[in-house]
């Protein structure tokens, strides 16, 4: 079984910086992206940073400039670091590990994370 873990969230003033970080565990053969997502109350679950075990990145506009997704080389471990933090980023932030194939051969297709709650407020 694969399983996220995220941690890092926590409560920052505006302009301020938070990193938070997602290991994927279990029988893991290969990962084809991981990445994070966040959903604010009310609002639907949007995709922030995503990064293709290939190298390429994507980001959602509004964190262009100031969110950096990274991962551990040889890890199935991603980072996101956020700076310059908005209230407008307050939300539970989600890791996903997508096209995850088990060691076993068994396609897990998309692993979600608890989600870590990030709140930005002075």
Not at 16 to 31: D, K, M, Q, T, W
Not at 87 to 98: I, S
């Amino acid at each position: 079984q694969v399983q996220l873990v995220e941690s890092g969230g926590g409560l920052v003033q505006p302009g301020g910086s938070l990193r938070l970080s997602c290991e994927a565990s279990g029988s893991i053969f290969s990962i084809y992206s991981m990445g994070w997502y966040r959903q604010a109350p009310g609002n639907q679950r949007e995709m922030v940073a995503r990064l293709i075990w290939g190298g390429s990145t994507n980001y959602e506009d509004s964190v262009k400039g100031r969110f950096t997704i990274s991962r551990d080389i040889g890890k199935n471990t991603v980072h996101l670091q956020m700076n310059s933090l908005k209230p407008e980023d307050t939300a539970v932030y989600y890791c996903k590990a997508g096209g995850v194939r088990t060691s076993g051969g068994t396609l897990e297709g998309d692993v979600w994370g608890q989600g870590t709650q990030v709140t930005v407020s002075s």
